[in-house]
């Protein structure tokens, strides 16, 4: 975790700026986007407070909401008990990649990361955070307590995407720390060795966990725009290739299809999510996407 003299440098300082206010704008736009949605009686779960109606008890009033507001709003209590989440994002050197040069996967993981703390946070969940890129690299323990928020902004104001990626071993490792049935939220290519990666899920689900898989590409890796002979080049191993991409780009869309269509079918059938978004997906769609993928599961 890190410590309060953290905050003294000016660099972090203002990357935390930046992710809470993204953060808060993501949510913003998610919330009212609920709204005129078909999942708007779900938006419940994310309100603390609702007007006063005909028949309420008045003892459920918040009377210090009313002294500020002048309005009556009656506490919203929860009809399940409170879920601990774990927010587990990739941090390998793939998740660098932006074709463009402007957001990378990366990028877009953490300010979801960002906006998903925000919300557990105000809905008074516990929530934790794990990096990972061979192993886990950082993790911070699920609190419920406002300074959490900050305390998660912060390591993830520091992350850089580095290294190779085992999805698999670190999702295993994670397996063997947690000590609840917990809510995993795991942002990530993918890309690694699939079985591996299934039996490290299937892991966590026989466990009691509940999983969403978040599968985030470039946009460019979910169209494969490329003309021509293209040098192509692993970040993670430095590996370097020139294809001609007109010949390849329909095995290579094909294999995608397939790659992506196993995931669902394997989601439906062992009762975790798989939410497929690429770079280029608003922020408050893809917190939709998480939302339903939640509430078709109850």
């Known amino acids: 975790m890190q410590n309060s003299e953290s905050y003294l440098d000016p660099r972090v300082a203002r990357t935390i700026k930046r992710l809470d206010l993204k953060a808060q704008f993501i949510v913003k736009g998610f919330m009212h986007g609920l709204h005129s949605s078909p999942l708007q009686g779900f938006s419940v779960e994310f309100s603390e407070h609702r007007k006063y109606e005909h028949g309420d008890d008045p003892k459920d009033i918040d009377w210090r909401l009313y002294a500020r507001t002048d309005k009556y709003y009656v506490k919203k209590y929860e009809a399940e008990t409170n879920m601990t989440g774990w927010l587990v994002v990739d941090s390998s050197a793939s998740m660098g990649y932006s074709y463009q040069g402007e957001l990378t996967k990366f990028d877009y993981a953490v300010s979801l990361v960002a906006a998903l703390c925000y919300l557990m946070i105000y809905r008074q ?79 966590l ?54 790659f992506r269509a196993k995931w669902r079918a394997e989601a439906s059938h062992s009762k975790f999510d798989f939410v497929e978004l690429d770079a280029s997906t608003p922020f408050d769609k893809a917190l939709l996407e998480y939302l339903t993928a939640r509430a078709q599961r109850r």
Do not use: C, W
């Open 125 to 203: 969940d516990p929530v934790g955070l794990v990096a990972f890129n061979e192993k886990i690299a950082r993790s911070l323990p699920p609190r419920s307590r406002r300074t959490q928020f900050a305390d998660i902004l912060s390591t993830l104001s520091n992350l850089r995407p580095v290294g190779q990626t085992n999805v698999a071993a670190s999702l295993a490792q994670l397996a063997g720390l947690l000590k609840r049935a917990s809510l995993v939220m795991v942002f990530s290519d993918l890309l690694d060795d699939y079985e591996q990666t299934l039996r490290s899920v299937y892991r």
């Open 205 to 258: 689900r026989h466990a009691g966990h509940d999983v969403i898989l978040f599968h985030i590409l470039d946009p460019a890796e979910a169209s494969f725009p490329f003309r021509g002979a293209v040098d192509l080049e692993d970040p993670e191993t430095g590996e370097r290739i020139v294809v001609d991409a007109d010949a390849i780009r329909a095995d290579y869309l094909k294999e995608l299809e397939e």
